[in-house]
């Protein structure tokens, strides 16, 4: 059975940083990509960030220069630097992972969830 199970979610003042942890675990050959998204009470949840298998990296306008995805192939797990925090980023924060449990059988996987809180 596949699970991702993220960490590192807290309450920090503004200006602070965190650093979210995802991490897949269970039978699987590939995961491709893994993508962090966000749901603010009352809001639609939203893309973060991706990153592919390569590198490739991909990021919502609204964290541009402030945060920073990237992952450990080896471990299957990808993380989330946040620099720079705004109250506006307070939110529940959840991996996503398109994982291949065998060369036909693929789905998107999403982690528990994370809370990040910032306060002003």
């Known amino acids: 059975q596949v699970q991702l199970v993220e960490s590192g979610g807290g309450l920090v003042q503004a200006g602070g940083s965190l650093r979210l942890s995802c991490a897949a675990s269970g039978s699987f050959f590939r995961i491709n990509p893994m993508s962090w998204y966000r749901q603010a009470p009352g809001k639609q949840r939203e893309l973060v960030a991706s990153i592919t298998s390569t590198g490739s990296t991909n990021y919502a306008d609204f964290v541009k220069g402030r945060f920073t995805i990237s992952r450990d192939n080896a471990k299957n797990t990808v993380y989330l630097q946040m620099n720079s925090l705004k109250p506006e980023d307070t939110a529940d924060y959840y991996c996503?992972?398109?994982?291949?449990?065998?060369?036909?059988?693929?789905?998107?996987?999403w982690g528990q969830g994370t809370q990040v809180t910032v306060s002003s």
């Open positions: 996503l992972a398109h994982i291949w449990v065998t060369v036909r059988l693929h789905d998107d996987y």
